[in-house]
């Protein structure tokens, strides 16, 4: 099992950024795909990215690239969602989540989630 914590949410203005974290715990990681989805009020959890611990390789929603980077450091158990020119429809909860095996956009394949954490981006 795979325990997962996020941090790092809150409120910021359009434009600015947020550095979003995800610490893991529970068993070894490195065969794991580790993603981050977003949830608007309302709306379907969507696919942000994901990163391979062992590796790092990575992949983004359209809406992501160029504003979003997903990262990880393999020592701290820590994945990580640089957040920059944030846009109103940013808003909503941000979840980690983990899978054995390969990156996959779809949420119904995650095995493993965080109780989420809360962005809200002003005008």
């Known amino acids: 099992q795979v325990q997962l914590v996020e941090s790092g949410g809150g409120l910021v203005q359009a434009g600015g950024s947020l550095r979003l974290s995800c610490t893991a715990s529970g068993r070894t990681l490195d065969t794991l795909t580790m993603g981050w989805f977003h949830q608007a009020p309302g709306k379907e959890r969507e696919f942000v990215a994901t990163?391979?611990?062992?590796?790092?390789?990575?992949s983004y929603a359209d809406s992501a690239k160029g504003r979003f980077t997903i990262s990880r450091d393999n020592a701290k158990n820590t994945v990580y969602l640089q957040m920059n020119s944030l846009k109103i429809e940013d808003t909503g909860n941000y979840f980690c989540a983990a899978r054995e095996g390969g990156a996959a956009w779809d949420s119904n394949l995650y095995d493993f989630w965080g109780q989420g954490t809360q962005v809200t981006v002003s005008s």
């Open positions: 990163i391979r611990w062992t590796g790092g390789l990575t």
